[in-house]
């Protein structure tokens, strides 16, 4: 089966009892030991919604296993059960703010080395290695600046030297791409954005084919428990089934969006994979089926970005992205605060720039609010 056929299908076998075709929302924390007869034992473990889901989301990266969790960070959490006190891990650096602080503020306390490097420049990572290096730690595209990392390049390392690869493919979505298929050990997913796809869940996820790897993880989402609750297995299986009708959308009106914005004179820069002035386009082409529905740009400095913020009447002021609605944020005080501003402006996250998830709205409306925004901040 195809792409959307699987995010309709996958998983999703109407209910045999009553033929229902929507998959039923199971409440329920426990099961009959004498009446069931497909080996359901307590909702932290398994339940029928969230294997569903779990199913689902194997079949779009194209993996064995999937593995469903309460929130993006919950399922990263999980992940960093693979490693042991002293292991050192390599990880892109302008990798998600919550992955940053996760790994800083409460791993490192647990005795994990953590070693932030520009991941568009692979001699870097491969310098990064030790003797204790177990993981590296990727994400394509990054967030808030769209840098890409080679997906076959990272494998191979990875293969090379024995070290467990990491891909968040949070932004591209396995709509336009799908990191197992280059070798990637495991893919993580914050399920909010893109897969839920309406703003309405917190959630996340995990695809592995490694069988190792894989019933570790399964063993740490029962023991430590952070699992998503039936209902929101359902909304993310709903949101799911367009994902490819709003990919395409999000990625035709993100290429508009770009380079209505890379024409306005008072923006310094346009950050998207699918502008040719874009360092890693080829790349982009190469390893991704479009480019993707977050674009940045840079004003001059945080006044006229928060001049552009204040003129706008459509796209609304908030963190998150991957919705249907249009949403923009300004990273250096808003979901790139925790990052130290010295390590922020040495990444390129400057005081100026700001981060706009595009939406399905019709595009027309959104380029008429930026130009609002444009006017506002005297461009
Ligand atoms: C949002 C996000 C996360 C964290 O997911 P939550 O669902 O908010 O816990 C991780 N990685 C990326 C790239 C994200 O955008």
Redesign the pocket.
């Known amino acids: 089966m195809r792409f959307a056929t699987r995010a309709i299908h996958a998983g999703q076998e109407p209910e045999p009892r009553t033929g229902a075709v929507s998959v039923p929302i199971y409440m329920t924390s426990t099961y009959s030991q004498a009446v069931g007869k497909e080996g359901y034992e307590y909702s932290r473990t398994q339940n029928p919604t969230r294997k569903a889901l779990e199913v689902n989301l194997a079949a779009l990266e194209e993996g064995d296993h999937g593995l469903a969790f309460s929130?993006?960070?919950?399922a990263?959490t999980t992940i960093m059960t693979l490693l042991k006190k002293g292991d050192h891990v390599v990880v892109a650096d302008d990798?998600?703010g919550?992955?940053h602080r996760l790994f800083r503020e409460i791993m490192e306390g647990y005795g994990l080395h953590f070693e932030f490097v520009d991941f568009t420049r692979m001699v870097e990572v491969e310098a990064a290695l030790r003797d204790n290096t177990k993981m590296l730690w990727a994400?394509t595209p990054t967030?808030p600046l769209l840098k890409l990392a080679d997906l076959k390049a990272l494998a191979k390392l990875g293969k090379e030297r024995n070290l467990i690869t990491v891909v968040?493919n949070?932004?591209a979505t396995p709509y336009l791409q799908r990191p197992l298929e280059y070798g990637i050990d495991v893919v993580?997913h914050?399920?909010?954005?893109y897969l839920g796809g309406h703003s309405d869940i917190?959630?996340?996820a995990i695809v592995t084919s490694d069988e190792d790897i894989h019933s570790r993880l399964r063993f740490s989402q029962n023991a430590v428990g952070a699992i998503p609750s039936p209902f929101d297995c359902f909304l993310a299986l709903r949101g799911i089934k367009t994902l490819p009708l709003r990919m395409k959308v999000h990625c035709a009106n993100a290429l508009e969006a770009a380079s209505f914005l890379s024409k306005v004179e008072g923006i310094l820069r346009v950050h998207y994979p699918g502008l040719e002035t874009h360092p890693q386009h080829r790349l982009a082409q190469a390893q991704m089926r479009a480019f993707g529905g977050v674009v940045s740009f840079e004003l001059s400095d945080e006044a006229r970005a928060k001049a552009f913020l204040g003129a706008l009447k459509l796209i609304i002021l908030g963190e998150?992205?991957?919705g249907v609605e249009s949403l923009i944020e300004h990273p250096a005080s808003m979901t790139h605060a925790s990052v130290p501003r010295e390590e922020r402006e040495s990444r390129g996250i400057s005081e100026g720039l700001l981060r706009f998830s595009v939406g399905c709205e019709d595009v027309e409306d959104l380029l008429d609010d930026l130009e609002r925004g444009v006017h506002a901040a005297g461009g």
């Open positions: 929130s993006g960070m919950a990263i990798v998600y919550g992955t994400e967030n968040d949070t932004f993580v914050s399920t909010t954005k917190i959630g996340g998150s992205l991957g």
